[in-house]
């Protein structure tokens, strides 16, 4: 499991440090993996807030956005390791 956002990867350090988070954080910052999966706001351009769980066959298995994406732990149980399938 993974993050992608569209902010650089010092402001993601500093992201992860202080929420915990247990996975790595990828920047994206031209949003084209962003843009493929939740899309990004047409103002600004940063990435909607979201929990994509993709799986192995590059099919979306669990989509969580807006403010319930902001605990992972829904994308986390729908993962293998996390108990999904």
């Known amino acids: ?19 915990g988070a247990p996975y790595a954080l990828l920047s994206d910052p031209g ?8 899309g990004l ?13 993709v799986g192995a066959d590059g ?3 669990e989509l969580v956005t807006g403010s319930d994406a902001i605990d992972p732990s829904t994308a ?5 390791a996390g108990g999904g399938s």
């Open 59 to 61: 099919v979306v298995k």
């Open 1 to 19: 499991m993974f993050g992608i956002s569209t902010d650089d990867l010092e402001t993601l350090k500093k992201f992860k440090e202080k929420v």
């Open 31 to 38: 949003g084209q993996v962003a843009s493929q999966y939740v």
């Open 76 to 80: 986390i149980a729908a993962c293998p």
């Open 41 to 53: 706001m047409p103002v600004v351009k940063l990435a909607n807030r979201a929990n994509v769980v």
